[in-house]
């Protein structure tokens, strides 16, 4: 009996494939989902989940569909790359960002760490999400996720979090194995947010008749039946035994049955793998070393490749492998790969380990010799078990390319290559290893290689050791180890004017933070002249940047900006990650600094959209500023949207404190809590205050102290933020709690203290008085002096500087002066102009302290009452939601609304989960009908 049909076959499977038709016809409508498929071996997953992607693509959906392979699961994004089809000939020109970044393009020059790297390809590939989805419904299926490398499970659980509102579905297959680690996690962490598990279960005694009559051409009969109930349904099972009996000649036609022979097996092999075992057995030698040997190099190795290492001619290997794809158990094509991995699993396991050993080492020089990609080369050389000579030279040569691909494995092979290295190669393969430690995050591992490198590292190798290692000291937070690295590198001979330059230029920086200003000057001074003399604009830069932020903390603010924009034109968009410093940033913060919001937000709409596509560690601090500028002007959604893509956004700079800190002030405000903030104080005894990294937490607590407790202890609370400031954090910067600080001592009698913070203030804004410095110290001379005119002058100010809260706080202010004065008409004015800027900002605890405040000092209001934005429908959408919603309604995508809006992407999600929350609406689909309906309502 010769009749087989030879790929799989889906039996059985009806409702499976039913509930996988529901989830693509769901996403269609545009709400997205996510299926789970798991099972043991053979079962049936692969041949379901080739079922879905027809079935996909067949509802119109862009389907990408790959598998996890289990050589690759030390190179981060390897599944996710095989799944969208990323490759060197990959021809979508969507494709093409997302690929640079995998390949680790100038990764050096803008990231910090291989998990900032792995965080902007993870925002490039949500972003590809937000395009194609926008375009058409999206299916991602990804087989043998139990394989599948820890970045892409990272991603796409990223992508997963937002499934409900988008069209795209995500079906993922794995084996039926108990594993702890990232892949389980995420697997349980989908079924907590509702993903449909489908568990395939053994197919029963008919359905496996189905699959025989499908494969032969005949239904069974009885005594292969019998046989065949020793496969326990499992469908790959099945497929092999019916094939290996025919190979053997046992089948035949009987009466329209297919039926065992006389010389039929007498007795089942035992499992799946014996089954496997025994036709794999009977194979021509020739075929069966090709496939071995294909086996255990993986499943990209090539025809020519495999010949290469074979040391067979090409035609005899594409004749072993044709034969292999006639008989099932190879697909076609220039890298046939195995119809199951099962069975590539069964041929590698024939193969001894030390010939397996042999036989990577062979396919790294191969590969390495046919110019493969770094990745493949190394894969082959990290199961090979040895670096001999000639791979230790491609391993220096390609080191930094695999470093940034792939650190962990970088790291596993330099050290592998160092325990034989010749000495010529020692230094060089040391100072690779340095540098991987620092990118893969093993910060003291890196320390101590440094340091030990420096004993006998040649001249040329020195400053880029010196550097390595202060960056090793300081971000483990060791500064003065660093600054005593710097001290060491700048009085070595051996280290050129430039580098030396730049090594000033990062301790400028590090005693900043350290709050020795005047040193930090010092150095900056130090970089500039080195720059100046070498002609090095990066280190004239960084002596730049470096001086600004000196300069700021100073007071100087209109000097520090000009010193950033110097800087800005030298640097480009780019400096040493290392350096806690950026350009654009630096310029925004001036900016904010002088009260230019406007150009500080367009300044940070650079900084933040660059640091998303590269991976920069100033992402989460852009959004910080972006924040602050929204809290500033009024747009307090707004701010909190960015405080929130702030929290979700790599942060090695640590700036959640500072952004959560900022979203209670805005939370007690609005007549929320700030539970954070009262945690955090109520850890430190005696309320010692501990600098401004702590200043928004603990505004926050006191101003809720207000409310409880009364003004003298939200006084006493609030105060060491001013009475402190210094370093980083000057009066120049913190002054935005003086407003608050005059009303907490006017109201508890504190008035020598009234008067002390007016002389404060007024000396900080006396040399640079912008507006809101003017109109602080304006406010705080008011309180002191009973003047409600003056009151109104701070009022205007604040208008013009355009600080919308404190605007609100001058009227309120001026109106109970005037009340007091015996004045209910203007009183009521000026309260009514601050409770309409406490309406806008749905600063509910303001309006409330207003009208108590009026009324205590004996006027009335009458009925005007606070109405407020409803909660719920068009209407409570804030402006930046509405612009939102229109764009979605014409079709935008994310990535495309953010490049309007000036936004990231992240930010544009948000408001889209905000919009559809208020609209208690569940897809983008919907919205687009909202929105429609909107514009046709009459008026």
């Known amino acids: 009996m010769n009749v087989m049909v030879d790929s799989p076959v889906l039996v059985g499977r009806d409702a499976e494939l039913a509930r996988l038709a529901a989830a693509a016809r769901a996403a269609v409508a545009g709400q997205g989902g996510a299926v789970l498929v798991v099972g043991e071996s053979g079962i049936g997953k692969t041949t379901l989940l080739d079922a879905a992607a027809a079935h996909c693509r067949d509802l119109g959906m862009r389907v990408h569909r790959g598998a996890a392979e289990d050589l690759e699961q030390e190179i981060p994004f390897s599944t996710l790359a095989a799944c969208l089809g990323i490759g060197p000939a990959s021809p979508d020109p969507d494709l093409a960002p997302l690929s640079a970044l995998l390949r680790g393009e100038d990764v050096f020059a803008h990231g910090v760490d291989a998990a900032n790297h792995e965080y902007a390809i993870g925002e490039a590939v949500l972003g590809l999400a937000d395009t194609w989805t926008a375009a058409r419904p999206l299916a991602l299926i990804v087989d043998d996720l139990q394989w599948a490398d820890t970045a892409t499970v990272r991603v796409l659980d990223r992508l997963a979090d937002g499934l409900a509102a988008i069209p795209l579905l995500l079906v993922l297959a794995k084996r039926a194995v108990d594993r702890s680690g990232e892949v389980a996690a995420f697997w349980y962490c989908l079924l907590d947010r509702g993903a449909a598990q489908l568990r395939l279960d053994p197919l029963p005694a008919d359905a496996v008749a189905d699959q025989v009559t499908a494969l032969v051409g005949a239904p069974p009969g009885p005594r292969l039946r019998q046989l065949l109930d020793g496969a326990a349904g499992n469908p790959l099972y099945v497929r092999e035994l019916v094939t290996a009996l025919r190979d053997e000649h046992a089948v035949h036609l009987t009466d ?24 794999l057995d009977a194979l021509p030698g020739p075929i069966r070393d090709a496939l071995r040997t294909a086996a255990v190099l993986g499943g990209s190795v090539s025809e020519a490749e495999l010949a290469k290492v074979l040391g067979s001619p090409p035609e005899e290997i594409s004749a072993a492998l044709g034969l292999a ?60 078990g040895t670096v001999e000579p000639a791979m230790r030279d491609w391993l220096a040569g390609h080191a930094r390319t695999l470093i940034a691909r792939a650190p962990g494995l970088a790291v596993q092979l330099l050290r592998r290559a160092l325990t034989a290295a010749d000495p010529a190669r020692t230094a060089e393969l040391r100072l690779h290893l340095v540098r991987a430690l620092l990118w893969h995050g093993e910060l003291d591992a890196a320390e101590r290689e440094a340091r030990q490198a420096l004993t006998a590292a ?79 604009q990066h280190t004239l830069g960084l002596g730049e940047l470096a001086m600004s932020a000196v300069t700021m903390m100073r007071g100087d603010v209109p000097g520090g900006l000009e010193l950033a924009r110097r800087a800005q034109s030298r640097l480009g968009h780019g400096v040493l990650p290392d350096l806690q410093v950026e350009p654009d940033a630096t310029v925004a913060y001036c900016l904010i600094g002088l009260d230019r919001l406007a150009e500080a937000d367009e300044a940070l709409a650079v900084a933040a959209d660059r640091n998303r596509r590269t991976g920069s560690v100033y992402l989460a601090f852009t959004h910080r500023l972006r924040a602050a500028v929204r809290f500033l002007d009024g747009r307090w959604d707004d701010a909190l949207v960015e405080i929130q893509t702030g929290l979700e956004s790599a942060d090695p700079l640590r700036e959640a404190g500072r952004l959560r800190g900022l979203a209670e002030v805005i939370s007690v405000h609005r007549g929320g809590t700030a539970e954070v903030a009262a945690a955090t104080v109520a850890e430190q005894p005696d309320a010692v205050y501990e600098g401004g990294d702590q200043s928004f937490t ?44 005059a009303r907490m001592a006017a109201a508890c009698g504190a008035h020598a203290r009234l008067v002390q913070l007016v002389a404060e203030v007024e000396q900080v804004g006396g040399a640079e008085p912008c507006h809101s410095l003017r109109a602080t110290a304006q406010l705080c ?76 000092a004996g006027v009335r209001r009458g009925v005007k009452g606070r109405r407020g934005r409803p909660k719920h429908g068009w209407a409570a959408l804030t402006d930046t939601e509405h612009r939102v919603a229109l764009l979605v309604a014409e079709g935008m995508s994310n990535p495309e609304i953010a490049a309007r809006m000036f936004l990231s992407r992240r930010t544009v999600q948000s408001h889209v989960s905000s919009i559809l929350a208020k609209l208690q609406i569940s897809s983008r689909v919907e919205l687009a009908v909202v929105a429609a309906r909107q514009d046709s309502a009459p008026g």
Not at 803 to 827: D, I, M, S, T
Request: aromatic share 6%; hydrophobic share 45%; glycine share 10%.
């Open 256 to 279: 329209g049955c297919a039926e065992l022979g006389e010389r039929a097996w007498g007795e089942l092999p035992g499992s799946l793998v014996g089954v496997i075992g025994r036709r």
């Open 325 to 384: 794809a006639r008989g099932g158990l190879v697909t076609t094509g220039r890298r046939p790969r195995f119809r199951h991995a099962l069975i590539c699993e069964v041929l590698a396991a024939q193969v001894p380990a030390t010939v397996r050993a042999a036989l990577h080492v062979r396919g790294a020089r191969v590969l390495a010799g046919r110019s493969a990609s770094v990745t493949r080369v190394a894969e082959q050389l990290a199961q090979g």
């Open 458 to 536: 040649p001249a040329a190798d020195r400053a880029a050791l010196y550097w390595l290692l202060a960056q090793s000291c300081y971000r483990q937070g060791r500064i003065t180890d660093a600054l005593a690295v710097v001290d060491t590198a700048v009085a070595d001979p051996e280290v050129a004017e430039d580098r030396r330059g730049r090594l000033h230029g990062f301790a400028a920086v590090a005693k900043m933070f350290q709050v020795r200003i005047e040193d930090a000057a010092a150095d900056a001074r130090q970089a500039l002249a080195l720059g100046t003399a070498t002609g090095d």
């Open 698 to 741: 603990r505004w926050a607590y006191a101003l809720t102290q207000e409310a409880s407790v009364g003004p003298a202890e939200a006084l006493r609370l609030l105060l060491p933020v001013w009475d402190q400031a210094g370093g980083i954090f000057p009066r120049r910067v913190v002054y935005r709690v003086c407003p608050d600080l």
């Open 781 to 856: 001379r008011a309180f002191a002096t009973d003047d409600a005119e003056l009151m109104r002058a701070a009022a205007a100010s604040y208008a013009e500087a355009g600080w919308r809260l404190c605007e609100g706080y001058a009227h309120e202010n001026a109106g109970v002066l005037l009340a007091r004065a015996g004045q209910p008409g203007p009183a009521r004015d000026e309260v009514d102009r601050a409770l309409a800027i406490y309406e806008l900002l749905d600063a509910a605890w303001d309006a409330g302290r207003a009208g108590a405040r009026l009324r205590e």
